[in-house]
């Protein structure tokens, strides 16, 4: 089983970011999938849920709004779109499925 992020990076304020979380090991179509990140200095905290069907979803409070996570489960793939970015934003960002962590992707927002 695999989890690999991709699309951190470094933005500014009020900026956007697209992460990837690539699947790969397991029926990625069958399983409810989720973003968490971790802040420096804090706990992992969990940001967005999405059923395995992609027709439902649920945000935390802190990126409602502003965030939208979606699937192709053709593609075994979870996206995070992230816009209207804060300096509060900026954190290791991981997917979470079937069980299993990716590695992380960093996305620093800073001007």
């Known amino acids: 089983v695999q989890l690999v992020e991709s699309g951190g990076g470094l933005v500014q304020p009020g900026g956007s970011l697209r992460l990837s979380c690539a699947a790969s090991?397991?029926?990625?179509?069958?399983?409810?999938m989720s973003w968490y990140r971790r802040a420096p200095g804090k706990e992992r905290e969990w940001v967005a849920t999405?059923?395995?069907?992609?027709?439902?979803?649920n945000y935390s409070d802190s990126v409602k709004g502003r965030f939208t996570i979606s699937r192709d489960n053709a593609k075994d793939t979870m996206y995070l779109q992230m816009n209207s970015l804060k300096l509060e934003d900026t954190a290791v960002y991981y997917c979470?499925?079937?069980?299993?962590w990716g590695q992380g992707t960093q996305v620093t927002v800073s001007s």
């Open positions: 090991g397991f029926t990625f179509s069958r399983y409810i």
């Open positions: 999405i059923h395995s069907a992609g027709d439902n979803t």
């Open positions: 979470n499925g079937a069980g299993f």
